[in-house]
């Protein structure tokens, strides 16, 4: 039962329209059906929680810190989405609505990206609030769902994450702020607005995610440093693989360029699109002797060149670098563009350790069978 409701009609309501409480029945609303002093206090909870994870420095921490604080981002997401779609049927416009309803639907749905799509387009988080937040969602996703440890970056991740949480939710105005006796504080909440339910208000709130904002802050802010830094142990290996690749005599070696090409040549040649380009552009069939050298002559590679200048390029920016969101930008685009490159080169090198590795073998086994 709800013992407390303050109407805060969203801020994009036209003052002069008023309630539809027609639809309010008949659509089941209930403005005080979600107490907003409870939903708040649970957001408290977790994100006081993963900042005492994110304390103790240690990887599964992180990780454990940076579910929470996605958890946080999503329900407040979505509870934003929920207030849009209450207001579009509390006060609805004489000129239609104010956000598309498909939009409004699918932000409702499980899809995170519609969540957060609606919530830049009502303004509650800006273009590169919005855009972080997404990435960021997205090594919560490959942490949880993939395995991925991130081990270089998941603290400031995380850290940087509970910041971008703070701000959130200090932005975040709720249609209703209702509050019921029922509601159950734990004791890590209390320290920020208080043990007395009549003392919490938006200003109570907004006072908690800034204190909890300034915790957050102690933990330092490394992001920049630990994104360069991984992205500069990433170059290096790639770069060590394409040496080793250029230098092995097939008969003789070959250039970095050359290298780059014959990485990229065997995923490509049997593929539907490189079968495709030679039919096409009057290429052999592929099972044909001569197939693989015109495919590596002809094709128009997406790399073809020795791509370690310009990714060195690329951490130089990232390095140079003073906005945290436009460093996280910098580097996750990086790692997206180069994923398939990077997997292609560790893929042929792989092939050519294993090579290797059997020349050797096969050469003692016949050294073996020589002795008496």
């Known amino acids: 039962m709800v013992d407390n409701l303050t109407t805060a009609p ?33 957001q408290i909870d977790q994100l006081d929680l993963a900042l005492d994870q994110l304390a103790m420095k240690d990887r599964n921490f992180d990780r454990f810190a940076l579910m929470l604080i996605d958890n946080v981002v999503e329900l407040t997401l979505h509870q934003h989405a929920q207030d849009i779609s209450t207001d579009a049927i509390m006060y609805p416009p004489d ?14 749905g499980p899809r995170f990206d519609g969540k957060v799509r609606l919530a830049r387009d009502a303004g509650l988080v800006s273009d590169d609030l919005a855009r972080t937040i997404k990435y960021l969602h997205g090594f919560r996703n490959t942490a949880y769902h993939r395995g991925a440890r991130h081990e270089g970056i998941l603290h400031a991740l995380s850290a940087f ?121 009057g290429g052999p069939a592929p099972m044909s002797p001569d197939y693989i ?27 140079n670098e003073k906005n945290a969101h436009a460093a996280l930008q910098r580097y996750c685009e990086f790692m997206q563009q180069t994923e398939t490159l990077r997997a292609q080169i560790d893929m042929a090198a792989d092939q050519l350790e294993a090579y290797i590795q059997m020349q050797v073998d096969n050469a003692y086994l016949e050294e073996q069978s020589r002795m008496p």
């Open 10 to 42: 969203y801020q994009k309501s036209s003052p002069c329209c008023a309630p539809n409480i027609d639809a309010i029945f008949r659509d089941g609303i209930d403005p005080g059906s979600e107490c907003m002093s409870q939903f708040f206090a649970d």
């Open 95 to 108: 000129d239609g609505p104010r956000f598309p309803p498909a939009n409004v639907a699918e932000a409702l």
């Open 161 to 281: 994450y509970a910041r971008v949480a703070c701000q959130l939710m200090q932005r975040y105005r709720p249609m209703f702020w209702p509050s019921s006796s029922a509601d159950r504080i734990s004791h890590r909440v209390v320290k920020y607005p208080g043990s007395s339910n009549l003392a919490w208000s938006p200003d109570t709130y907004k006072n908690a995610w800034q204190r909890l904002a300034d915790v957050a802050a102690q933990l330092g802010d490394t992001l920049i440093a630990d994104l360069s830094a991984d992205m500069t142990a990433t170059i290096d290996w790639a770069n060590k693989r394409l040496v080793e690749m250029a230098d092995y005599p097939t008969p003789v070696s070959k250039s970095l360029d050359q290298a780059v090409i014959d990485y990229q040549v065997w995923p490509t040649a049997f593929s539907t699109l490189g079968e495709k380009y030679a039919s096409e552009h």
């Open 293 to 319: 050298a015109w495919i590596t002559q002809h094709f128009p590679w997406p790399q073809p060149t020795n791509p370690i200048p310009s990714w060195q390029k690329r951490l130089t920016a990232l390095r």
